[in-house]
């Protein structure tokens, strides 16, 4: 079976983003160990060749897409939040031609381990009419199950998990280090309202080590980098920046430099799902929809980004240490055997 790739940030900075991946390669290699996967990026190439070999990288042009969509049994949007337009549209314009593509070569369009951030999302005319044409949707959590259900005219539809969990099943991160607390920045462009009054609390926090995680690598405006890069010199210095990342190399070794700690907090996702994993305490910063379900499913205290510091403090205090969430690793894993029944039933 040939698959297409048809989402195009794979190599754009987020170690998210890989660990997905590497857990859907993993299932896939019980599921369907046969199959050839082809993905047009706008990226550097050979790092994620590298890191990824089992896939045919090519480069993110029209010509390219269509010759591999023309050529594959099944098309597949793999992770994240696709329908996205809070920012731009410059996914769902991606999305949209992909699936122009598909049509002009007669290719099923399949959706797996997705989020719907909100139904604002959906009520977007070229929003409902990919998902309406999808011949299969298998998302990332419930909530988006739920909105994607409430369309006029919905595809088959499956609440699933996050593919990350099957990578961190097969390949959990470093057992939370006690007395250290690590910090993932977030906010999408955005200033962070409360900043002062959660800084505030984690520094009464008894920690002899204070991380603050990179997962994306970009300078990108209110991520990490960015984020540390701003505080206030003496706040600065308390924390020691800390990016695992080391392009083309193998995920396990970046993996083995996460610095899991016995106190969580963050505003990323995939950093959320890897503490689970890790047995942190994790405290979860409600900047989106992706991050409330993330802290739904992990049974995590969840805090706005406007938060008092007395808010922080009860958050940390109710925190518990995690258990490695296995039944969503289950759910995610059974997720891509479900995918792979229906693409061969559609090539019959």
Known sequence: MRIHLGHHFYGAGNLGDD???????????????DATFTSCVPFAIVPLQQRFPSITWLSYDNRERSRCIAECDAWLGLGGSPFQLDLSRW?????VAEAQFCHDAGKPMYFLGVGVQSLTELSDLEVRRLCTHAAGIWTRDEASAVRLRS???PPPIRAAADLAHIFFRDCPPPVAQLRRLTFVANFNYANWPGQTACLDALRHLPATERIWLVQESRQLPGAEREMHGNLPPIEQARWSLLNPERPGTELKEVLARWPSG???????????IAGAWAGSKIVVLSTNEKLRAAAH?????????????????RALAAAKPSTPPIALAARAHAACGEFVRSAVAHRR
Request: net charge negative; no cysteine; charged share 10%.
């Open 262 to 272: 016995e106190w969580l907090v963050t505003a990323r996702y995939h950093a959320a």
């Open 91 to 95: 996914f769902v314009d991606h999305l």
């Open 19 to 33: 660990f997905m991946l590497a857990g859907f390669l993993a299932a896939m290699r019980e599921h369907a160990p």
């Open 151 to 153: 369309l006029p005219s």
């Open 297 to 313: 499913a992990l049974h995590t205290p969840l805090l706005a980004t406007v938060a008092s510091e007395a808010a922080v403090t």
